[in-house]
Nanobody, 115 residues
Framework: QVQLVESGGGLVQPGGSLRLSCAAS????????FSWYRQAPGKERELVAY???????NYADSVKGRFTISRDNAKNMVYLQMNSLKSEDTAVYHC?????????WGQGTQVTVSS
């Protein structure tokens, strides 16, 4: 059974940084693409970034140059380093992987950017 567990969220001031972590189990980690999504109150879920098995990456325009997604295949972990945070980054952040056509989600971790 695939499980994704996010951690690392919290309250941070504008301009600050956070690193989110996603621990994956029940999956052959190294062959899969992992994604980070976020959903702010009253808004649709938004793709933030993804990382392929080759470690190539892609980012939403709104986070390019500020966020970095990475993976550690030895630890079955995916990370999202978030720098220069803005109030509009406030959301619940979810880790995602698609396996055999089924989309799996973690429970999410809250990120609040506020002074």
């Amino acid at each position: 059974q695939v499980q994704l567990v996010e951690s690392g969220g919290g309250l941070v001031q504008p301009g600050g940084s956070l690193r989110l972590s996603c621990a994956a189990s029940g999956i052959i980690f190294s062959v899969n693409t992992f994604s980070w999504y976020r959903q702010a109150p009253g808004k649709e879920r938004e793709l933030v970034a993804y990382i392929r098995r080759s470690s190539s990456t892609n980012y939403a325009d709104s986070v390019k140059g500020r966020f970095t997604i990475s993976r550690d295949n030895a630890k079955n972990m995916v990370y999202l380093q978030m720098n220069s945070l803005k109030s509009e980054d406030t959301a619940v952040y979810h880790c995602n992987v698609v396996k055999t056509g089924i989309s799996y989600w973690g429970q999410g971790t809250q990120v609040t950017v506020s002074s």
